[in-house]
């Protein structure tokens, strides 16, 4: 056994020592001239002054050409409506996956409620026909009836925020329509004490 531990570790000393070794040239090989790296071919600057010539277009790279001008705007167009859009349609994604964890952890009752609330919109739908302006009005508001019953507080809050706006809307569309009014129909010789008349 002692032998054999004095093969595998004799050359794996000799790995860690450090040798220097000299070359010395033969005794019949002529000397020979160093060479510059300027002089290697490979270094050497080609006499005179370069100049940059651009090759002629082909028949293809013109079309190519033409046709980038072409959809340049559609290009940029697409780039600004899709920057304008992901936005939006990652919030709608967020907002689908949160509805999607809410309907799987859903509190109790919700379901039943959910149908209530639909089953009120389809007896609207059944009682509006005959009429584009009840098929707008009635199936929304007997879903708003039901889904005040189930949730008062909600419902509250709703009412306020939408009859505020609903007086804000009218109120703006009252100014408009005077507006017009007073611009297209009335007339100058109409009215009264403007000055300038005696």
Same mark, same amino acid.
């Given at each position: 056994?002692?032998? =054999?531990?004095?093969?595998?570790?004799? !050359?794996?000393? @000799?790995?860690? @020592?450090?040798?220097? *070794?000299?070359?010395?040239?033969?005794?019949?090989?002529? !000397?020979?001239?160093? *060479?510059? =790296?300027?002089? @290697?071919?490979?270094?050497? =600057?080609?006499?005179?002054?370069?100049?940059?010539?651009?090759?002629?277009?082909?028949?293809?790279?013109?079309? /190519?050409?033409?046709?980038?001008?072409?959809?340049?705007?559609? #290009? #940029? +167009?697409?780039?600004?409506?899709?920057?304008? #859009?992901?936005?939006?349609?990652?919030? %709608?994604?967020? +907002?689908?996956?949160?509805?999607?964890?809410?309907?799987?952890?859903?509190?109790?009752?919700?379901?039943?409620?959910?149908?209530?609330?639909?089953?009120?919109?389809? /007896?609207?739908?059944?009682?509006?026909?005959?009429?584009?302006?009840?098929? @707008?009005?009635?199936?929304?508001?007997?879903?708003?009836?039901?889904?005040? %019953?189930?949730?008062?507080?909600?419902? /509250?809050?709703?009412?306020?925020?939408?009859?505020?706006?609903?007086?804000? +809307?009218?109120?703006?569309?009252? /100014?408009?329509?005077?507006?017009? +009014?007073?611009?297209?129909?009335?007339? !100058?010789?109409?009215?009264?004490?403007?000055?300038? #008349?005696?």
């Amino acid at each position: 056994m002692f032998k =054999v531990i004095q093969r595998s570790v004799g !050359p794996a000393s @000799l790995s860690l @020592l450090t040798f220097k *070794v000299y070359a010395a040239p033969k005794k019949d090989s002529p !000397p020979k001239n160093s *060479v510059k =790296v300027d002089e @290697l071919s490979l270094y050497s =600057v080609p006499e005179g002054q370069l100049k940059y010539v651009e090759e002629a277009r082909s028949q293809l790279e013109e079309r /190519i050409s033409q046709l980038r001008h072409y959809c340049e705007p559609y #290009t #940029t +167009w697409c780039q600004e409506t899709y920057s304008q #859009t992901k936005p939006k349609m990652q919030n %709608l994604v967020q +907002w689908g996956l949160d509805s999607y964890d809410y309907l799987q952890n859903a509190p109790p009752g919700f379901f039943p409620r959910l149908g209530v609330i639909g089953f009120a919109g389809l /007896i609207g739908l059944l009682l509006a026909r005959g009429s584009k302006i009840k098929k @707008l009005v009635y199936p929304p508001g007997f879903m708003g009836l039901a889904g005040s %019953l189930y949730y008062p507080q909600q419902a /509250i809050v709703f009412a306020q925020v939408s009859g505020e706006r609903l007086y804000d +809307w009218g109120l703006r569309g009252y /100014i408009v329509i005077e507006d017009l +009014w007073k611009e297209n129909f009335q007339k !100058p010789g109409n009215v009264k004490n403007s000055p300038g #008349t005696k």
